[in-house]
Structures are given as structure tokens and as C-alpha cells.
């Protein structure tokens, strides 16, 4: 019995510890970004240059992550819809995000405006180089009233959170807005029915490092930077892998997120089944399922969890889901198809 009162006890404690190590990423959420699994399924959310860089009339894309739901009583939430369309040698898009995190419901919502424009480097229009720029404003908001602080903690009563001590902060806003601008670059190979067709990109995110801050201090948006690549490798007329990665550093906090997926195409070549494994170093073990039929494209994904979190969340952590729409043409493209894309 007595085991089991300290198992009890130690889990209760495990859990609020991890809670308030969740509460202070959200704290100093202005030194780390969120991040999604399919990081590439959001096209202008990777890298502003993949505006309008598709085969179609125009592109809409949903999102949504939910992460914590092992920990936390709300868990982190991530939603977002976009929509781009080629224009000549131009792209134009739009990208609105939503995210949520945690009982002292921090949420940031981004509305982003994207330019993208297309430069052909040879003349059999196979090499390609795609330029682009996003712009919009950001709002983050938190409400104070729902928080508890590390001075707040008790032991009394197998430990906890007491909301009614002081909690020693000074907030001097519970919301606030910024702008935001940020650029990209990709290179990508295009010619058809060749058996490899790499890609590589480049963004940068924050680049005017706007001030925010919930408390009454100079603190500055960090940059963030992107570096993603990959190649389309056609195995045969059914199978096809898609080796790709993606690195982001942002201050101190780096990430490196290695994928491979697996395309098998079906009876139908309108339609082909999606699957493979993606590591996303120190942090998780992810597994990708979808399917591409006709103008839809459907992903599914679900986190493992590998951190030092994993005894706490038992290795649970998030899942994911994207869907895809792109209306076709009812002439060729002007634009060279990105294999990427």
C-alpha cells in the first residue's frame, strides 16, 4: 500500500513538474516557434518561396495538430488553413494559423500575404529557382487569471498548485500585436519521367525581429531559419520514394527532422497510398499514413514521443492531420510541374 501511495504521489508530482515546465515554454515562447510533423504538407508555412509552385488553377489546405492530450487537462493545438494559385510566373497566397497552448490559454493567430515568382535557369526550362515573401501581423494573448507559477507550487496535501499565494509576476499586457516578414528560396529539378528530382530550400522567419512581450521589458521576435531538402527518386511505374529533411535553428533551440516516404501507386495513376517513418532527433519517433486521389490529398501522423518527457507522457504526443485540394487546369501549365509538389 505504502508503494502505491508513493508511485501515486510520485506520478501526481511527475505531472505537475511537467506542467510547469509546459508553462514556462509558453513564457518564453518568443525564443521558440511551434512546429509540425508534416511540415511540408502547409507549403507557405515552410518556406514563402513554394507559393503558387504547383500544377493547378489554385491550392487550399486545412491543418490541425493536437499534442500534450497524455499531460496536460488542454492540450497544445495547432489549426490552419491556406489557399495560393500560380499566376504566370507569380504565385499569390494567403496563410492564416492558430495555436494554442496550455491552461493559461496562450494563443498566437497569424495572417500571412505570399509572393512567389519563378525563374527558369535553362532553356529545356528543367532547372528552377522560386523566390518568395510573406508578409501579415501576429496576436498572442494570454489570460493570466488561469496560470500558475513556480512560487505557486505547495507540498501540502501530496503537492500542487495553489492559485490564492502570489505568484511574484508583473504582467504589463494580456495581449498584444506584431507584424511579421519573412523570405525563402528553393531550387527544384523539373523535367519529366527522370529518375531523380531533387529539391532544396532555404527560409528565414522574423526577418525585422518585431518587439513583443508580455511583461514590461525589450524582447525581440527571433529569427528562425529553415534549411529542407529532398529528392523524388521514381523506382518504378508503382513505387516511389521521397527521402527528405528538414533542420531549424531559432537562438539556441535546433531541430533536425529526417523523413522517407513511400508512394505506391494503384491501378488507378490518379491515385497512389502515402506512408513512412520520420525522426525527429531527441524528440520523437513519427509514423505517416495518407492517400493522393484525384485533386485530394489526405495525411495522417501521430508522435511518439522520445524526449526526456517520454516516463511522464508515456511516450504519447501528438496527432496530426492534413488535407489538400488542388483544382486542376483544363489547359498545361505554364509553369514547369515541381516534382516537390
Avoid at 490541425?64 to 497524455?70: G, K, L, N, P, V
Avoid at 513583443?212 to 523524388?232: C, I, M, Q, S, W
Wanted: aromatic share 14%; glycine share 8%.
Amino acid at each position: 500500500m505504502k508503494h502505491f501511495l508513493n508511485t501515486s504521489i510520485s506520478k501526481t508530482m511527475n505531472k505537475s513538474i511537467l506542467a510547469l515546465i509546459l508553462f514556462v515554454s509558453v513564457k518564453v515562447a518568443s525564443a521558440q516557434d511551434f512546429h509540425l510533423s508534416q511540415y511540408d504538407a502547409p507549403p507557405m508555412f515552410l518556406n514563402p518561396a513554394m507559393t503558387g509552385m504547383f500544377d493547378g488553377k489554385y491550392r487550399v489546405h486545412g491543418h490541425y495538430r493536437t499534442q500534450w492530450m497524455a499531460v496536460a487537462t488542454k492540450p497544445f493545438t495547432t489549426a490552419g488553413i491556406s489557399f495560393d494559385m500560380p499566376i504566370k510566373k507569380f504565385g499569390a497566397g494567403i496563410q492564416i494559423f492558430n495555436y494554442r497552448a496550455g491552461a493559461g490559454t496562450y494563443n498566437v493567430l497569424s495572417a500571412l500575404l505570399s509572393v512567389g515568382y519563378d525563374v527558369v535557369l535553362d532553356h529545356k526550362k528543367n532547372h528552377h529557382i522560386a523566390l518568395g515573401v510573406q508578409g501579415g501581423i501576429v496576436q498572442k494573448s494570454v489570460d493570466q487569471s488561469k496560470l500558475s507559477f513556480g512560487n505557486q507550487y505547495t507540498t501540502a496535501y501530496d503537492g500542487g498548485f495553489d492559485t490564492g499565494l502570489p505568484n511574484g509576476e508583473t504582467f504589463s499586457n494580456s495581449h498584444f500585436m506584431i507584424h511579421d516578414i519573412n523570405a525563402g528560396f528553393l531550387y527544384y529539378f523539373a523535367k519529366d519521367n527522370s529518375r531523380l528530382n531533387p529539391f532544396v530550400g532555404f527560409s528565414a522567419f522574423h526577418l525585422t525581429q518585431p518587439q513583443e512581450t508580455f511583461f514590461d521589458k525589450d524582447n525581440k521576435l527571433p529569427l528562425r531559419y529553415y534549411a529542407h531538402g529532398g529528392v523524388k527518386v521514381n523506382v518504378n511505374e508503382k513505387i516511389q520514394l521521397l527521402p527528405k529533411f528538414i533542420y531549424m535553428k531559432q537562438i539556441n533551440d535546433q531541430e533536425f527532422t529526417a523523413t522517407l516516404l513511400l508512394h505506391y501507386f494503384l491501378k488507378s495513376s490518379d491515385t497512389y497510398l502515402i506512408f513512412g517513418p520520420t525522426y525527429r532527433n531527441k524528440d520523437a519517433a513519427i509514423i505517416e499514413g495518407g492517400i493522393k486521389k484525384g485533386n485530394y490529398t489526405a495525411r495522417l501522423s501521430y508522435d511518439i514521443n522520445t524526449s526526456s518527457l517520454k516516463e511522464v507522457s508515456n511516450h504519447r504526443g501528438g496527432f496530426e492531420i492534413s488535407l489538400t485540394y488542388v483544382a486542376r487546369r483544363s489547359k498545361p501549365n505554364p509553369l514547369a510541374n515541381c516534382p516537390r509538389l
